[in-house]
């Protein structure tokens, strides 16, 4: 496939080698109008903002991925396979599964585990769980310890279903979940067979079993603990 893809009408050169991937496009927006140094929009096809600029001096871009592991899959196989990006940090919201998370903690994703079929479609074995990318884990592990955030470091959940992922509570429980996403699996498996790195950093937006929630404009706007930690990260890669 040649450049511009389908999704993505950047040029070549475009992008620099770490991408952090929010689902939102207004969280993308936020990012690179709140941490980074003169940043460019590089891509809006289909109002998926995608933008490069520097932090601390590194060339860093953010562009969103959209909701859901086919979104996702489609925007992150593009950035690795034929725009030249090594690493992707998935910053999102996550939903608390494990009584010891809270809202606002973060999750580093080390393994995602999903009952969907995807990674069939992308020829992986039936019932595949990809493991994250061990140094990115590492690194984003060691900023959060660094900077007293709280935080909590296994297994995330990867659901095709927003509403009614409580029929998968079983599974989640038998492989000791922490919380659950949508994007994940797809990313994690992307990375795999393009031979690149990928990590997700999710931020808990509500503990359904504690009453706890944020706002739309809470998960856009005050996750800036997950931002800095993926930004950080970026300098050490």
Known sequence: MSIPTPHINAKLGDFAPTVLM????????FI???FLEEPKLVNNVR????YTGTYKGKRVSVMASGMGQPSIAIYSYELFAFYGVENIIRVGSAGG??????????????????????GEQM??????QPLADKTLVDICDNICKENGFTHHVGTIYTSDAFYGESSALPFMKENDV????????ALYMNALRTHKRAVS?????????????????????????????????????
């Open 22 to 29: 929010p689902g939102d496009p207004l969280r993308s927006k």
């Open 32 to 34: 690179a109008e709140n």
């Open 47 to 50: 109002g998926v903002q995608g």
């Open 97 to 118: 599964i494990d009584e010891k998370v809270n809202v606002r903690d973060i999750i580093i994703g080390s393994k995602a585990v999903t009952l969907g079929n995807i």
């Open 123 to 128: 020829d992986f074995p039936k019932g595949y």
């Open 178 to 185: 922490l919380a659950v996403e949508m994007e994940s699996a």
């Open 201 to 237: 950093i999710c931020t808990i937006s509500d503990m359904e079993s504690k009453g706890q929630s944020l706002s739309a404009e809470e998960r856009q706007n005050s996750f800036k603990e997950m931002m800095l930690v993926a930004l950080e990260a970026a300098l050490r890669l």
